[in-house]
């Protein structure tokens, strides 16, 4: 692997967290500061960096088992998340009625850390792949990677709570959808 095809790998490895960035901010809109909208870029370029530096330092002894669970794993994560914000909205519905005042959602250190391990199963598998064989030093690939997320990561921030502001009500069913994409993904790259 040379720097261009880490570059684009990075790229690759961004998507699921670009995605996730979104869906937090149309479902945590009403709640997120700017120390917790940046949080997410940070917290998911860090995250595969790091997780690519593990996959690289195990190399091959994890790399079969892992690379049979790993889309289960992401996918089951991922199906929890959009289920528990289905379940938080309906729940918070039903209080609405009761008590005629909506209790918002708050995107936690333990859900965004969470989120930020689950995005970066795959970097982890490409860090095992990396010990294979890397024309560049696998600290110059881990931060490559983690600053092409955090970037990407940033322009979906900025998306997101456009999105979130367009979507109105309908914004925590439409992250919710996304969750569920995601797993679903995952769970169809696992199978087949």
Request: charged share 10%; with cysteine; aromatic share 8%.
């Amino acid at each position: 692997m040379n720097f261009l095809d880490v570059l684009l790998i990075g790229v690759a490895l961004s998507m699921d967290a670009c995605a996730l960035t979104i869906a937090n901010c149309t479902v945590y809109k009403n709640t997120l500061c700017k120390k917790t909208e940046w949080a997410m870029p940070l917290s998911f370029g860090f995250f595969q960096g790091i997780m690519c530096l593990i996959g690289f330092l195990l190399g091959a002894i994890v790399a079969k088992w892992l690379a049979d669970i790993s889309g289960y794993l992401v996918a089951g994560i991922f199906f929890v998340l959009a289920i528990k914000i289905v379940v938080d909205i309906i729940k918070d519905n039903g209080e609405q009625q009761i008590v005629c005042n909506k209790k918002t959602q708050t995107l936690t250190v333990a859900t965004l850390l969470v989120q930020a391990i689950a995005t970066s199963i795959d970097a982890l598998l490409v860090g095992v792949t990396m010990s294979m064989g890397l024309s560049i030093h696998i600290s110059i690939a881990c931060v490559l990677i983690a600053i092409i997320t955090f970037l990407l990561t940033a322009v979906a921030l900025v998306l997101g709570k456009k999105l979130g502001e367009v979507l109105g009500k309908y914004a925590e069913w439409t992250g919710a959808i996304i969750l569920f994409v995601i797993a679903l993904k995952n769970l169809l790259t696992a199978i087949f």
